[in-house]
Protein backbone atom coordinates (compact mmCIF):
# COMPACT_ATOMS: atom_id res chain seq x y z
CA UNK A 1 0.00 0.00 0.00
CA UNK A 2 2.89 2.26 0.65
CA UNK A 3 4.41 1.98 -2.52
CA UNK A 4 1.12 3.04 -4.22
CA UNK A 5 0.96 6.07 -2.02
CA UNK A 6 4.70 7.09 -2.99
CA UNK A 7 4.45 6.41 -6.87
CA UNK A 8 0.84 8.32 -6.35
CA UNK A 9 2.60 11.35 -4.70
CA UNK A 10 5.66 11.06 -7.60
CA UNK A 11 2.89 10.85 -10.50
CA UNK A 12 1.03 14.45 -8.73
CA UNK A 13 4.92 15.64 -8.51
CA UNK A 14 5.05 16.03 -4.53
CA UNK A 15 8.76 14.69 -4.74
CA UNK A 16 9.49 16.84 -0.98
CA UNK A 17 6.65 14.92 0.48
CA UNK A 18 8.16 11.52 -1.26
CA UNK A 19 10.96 12.26 0.38
CA UNK A 20 9.79 13.29 3.81
CA UNK A 21 7.47 10.05 3.86
CA UNK A 22 10.03 7.70 3.28
CA UNK A 23 12.49 9.14 6.26
CA UNK A 24 9.63 8.53 8.29
CA UNK A 25 9.66 5.29 7.23
CA UNK A 26 13.35 4.66 7.90
CA UNK A 27 12.76 5.88 11.35
CA UNK A 28 9.60 4.67 12.53
CA UNK A 29 10.07 5.27 16.31
CA UNK A 30 10.63 8.91 15.55
CA UNK A 31 7.45 9.08 14.19
CA UNK A 32 5.03 6.71 15.74
CA UNK A 33 3.81 9.14 18.74
CA UNK A 34 2.61 11.66 16.80
CA UNK A 35 -0.91 12.06 15.40
CA UNK A 36 -1.55 11.63 11.87
CA UNK A 37 -2.08 15.91 12.02
CA UNK A 38 1.18 16.20 12.96
CA UNK A 39 2.88 14.23 10.55
CA UNK A 40 0.77 15.34 7.57
CA UNK A 41 1.88 18.95 8.52
CA UNK A 42 5.69 17.46 8.55
CA UNK A 43 5.04 16.24 4.90
CA UNK A 44 3.46 18.94 3.60
CA UNK A 45 6.13 21.36 5.74
CA UNK A 46 9.07 19.48 3.97
CA UNK A 47 7.04 19.72 0.24
CA UNK A 48 6.99 23.55 0.97
CA UNK A 49 10.29 23.67 1.77
CA UNK A 50 11.76 21.78 -1.38
CA UNK A 51 9.06 23.99 -3.61
CA UNK A 52 11.21 27.17 -1.84
CA UNK A 53 14.33 25.53 -2.65
CA UNK A 54 13.56 24.70 -5.70
CA UNK A 55 12.34 28.31 -7.12
CA UNK A 56 15.26 29.96 -5.29
CA UNK A 57 17.57 27.87 -7.59
CA UNK A 58 15.58 28.49 -10.69
CA UNK A 59 15.61 32.21 -10.13
CA UNK A 60 19.23 32.40 -8.86
CA UNK A 61 20.25 30.37 -12.33
CA UNK A 62 17.85 32.44 -14.96
CA UNK A 63 19.33 35.73 -13.33
CA UNK A 64 22.98 34.27 -14.77
CA UNK A 65 25.35 36.02 -12.57
CA UNK A 66 28.55 36.96 -13.56
CA UNK A 67 30.69 35.55 -10.24
CA UNK A 68 29.70 33.08 -7.45
CA UNK A 69 29.94 35.25 -4.92
CA UNK A 70 28.43 35.29 -1.59
CA UNK A 71 27.92 37.42 1.21
CA UNK A 72 30.27 35.77 3.51
CA UNK A 73 33.21 36.07 1.33
CA UNK A 74 33.38 39.76 0.95
CA UNK A 75 36.79 41.10 2.22
CA UNK A 76 36.38 44.13 4.05
CA UNK A 77 40.45 44.63 4.49
CA UNK A 78 41.10 46.17 1.36
CA UNK A 79 40.99 49.90 1.54
CA UNK A 80 37.67 49.90 -0.87
CA UNK A 81 35.77 52.42 1.28
CA UNK A 82 33.60 49.47 2.31
CA UNK A 83 31.98 49.49 5.34
CA UNK A 84 31.01 46.33 7.25
CA UNK A 85 28.05 48.02 8.89
CA UNK A 86 26.77 49.12 6.06
CA UNK A 87 26.79 46.13 4.35
CA UNK A 88 25.11 44.36 6.96
CA UNK A 89 22.51 47.06 6.56
CA UNK A 90 22.33 46.39 2.67
CA UNK A 91 22.51 41.94 3.24
CA UNK A 92 18.88 42.31 5.33
CA UNK A 93 17.09 43.45 1.57
CA UNK A 94 15.58 45.95 3.65
CA UNK A 95 15.39 48.80 0.07
CA UNK A 96 14.18 45.35 -1.66
CA UNK A 97 10.99 45.32 0.43
CA UNK A 98 10.61 49.32 0.01
CA UNK A 99 11.04 48.64 -3.75
CA UNK A 100 14.26 50.85 -3.31
CA UNK A 101 16.88 50.87 -6.19
CA UNK A 102 20.30 50.19 -4.78
CA UNK A 103 23.34 51.86 -7.21
CA UNK A 104 27.10 50.77 -6.96
CA UNK A 105 29.62 53.39 -7.50
CA UNK A 106 33.33 52.85 -7.30
CA UNK A 107 36.78 52.94 -9.74
CA UNK A 108 37.49 50.18 -12.18
CA UNK A 109 38.40 46.73 -9.86
CA UNK A 110 36.81 47.96 -6.69
CA UNK A 111 35.00 45.10 -6.31
CA UNK A 112 31.28 46.52 -7.93
CA UNK A 113 30.38 43.26 -9.54
CA UNK A 114 31.32 41.02 -6.83
CA UNK A 115 28.98 43.10 -4.40
CA UNK A 116 26.20 43.44 -6.93
CA UNK A 117 26.16 39.28 -7.35
CA UNK A 118 27.06 38.76 -3.29
CA UNK A 119 23.67 41.40 -2.69
CA UNK A 120 22.14 38.76 -5.65
CA UNK A 121 22.93 35.09 -3.48
CA UNK A 122 21.33 36.92 -0.57
CA UNK A 123 18.12 35.58 0.63
CA UNK A 124 15.75 38.00 1.71
Known amino acids: MIESLLN??????L????AELQSQREQPGT?????????LQLLIDHEDQERQQR????????A??????????????????LKQAQMASLLQCDW????QNLLLTGPCGSGKTYIA???????P
Request: with cysteine; proline share 2%; charged share 30%.
Open 31 to 39: YEGLAFTER
Open 55 to 62: KQDRLLRL
Open 117 to 123: CALGHQR
Open 96 to 99: INKA
Open 64 to 81: QFKLNAYPKDIDYQNARG
Open 15 to 18: SGMV
Open 8 to 13: QLRQLK
